[in-house]
């Protein structure tokens, strides 16, 4: 069975950073892309940053591109959020997730492609 735990979350002032982890086991970890999103209450759950399984491909919502870095250790089985500048509407429960399909080439932006996700962890950022 697939596992993945999110860690990293707190709170942080605007203008701060953090970095999320996402520990996953139970597969082979490096045959998926992998991806994070968040959410906040009254609003669906969206992508925030994707890998590919390679590692070669990486995607950002608009919303956070050239502020977060998403990345991963295979060796590790771990996927990494760095957030940096972080705003007060970045404030949401972060999951990580993984995707159904082995070797896909490049990432998938649709959220059905994703399974297997993690308890999430709070990112709450102050202004």
């Known amino acids: 069975q697939v596992q993945l735990v999110e860690s990293g979350g707190g709170l942080v002032q605007a203008g701060g950073s953090l970095r999320l982890s996402c520990a996953a086991s139970?597969?082979?970890?490096?045959?998926?892309?992998m991806g994070w999103f968040r959410q906040v209450p009254g609003k669906e759950r969206g992508y925030v940053a994707l890998i590919s399984w390679s590692g070669r491909s990486t995607f950002y919502s608009d919303s956070v591109k050239g502020r977060f870095t998403i990345s991963r250790d295979n060796a590790k089985n771990t996927v990494y959020l760095q957030m940096n500048s972080l705003k007060p509407e970045d404030t949401a429960v972060y999951y990580c997730a993984s995707d159904v399909s082995r070797l896909r080439l490049g990432v998938s932006r649709l959220i059905h492609d994703y399974e297997h996700w993690g308890q999430g962890t709070q990112v709450t950022v102050s202004s």
């Open positions: 139970g597969r082979t970890f490096s045959d998926h892309a």
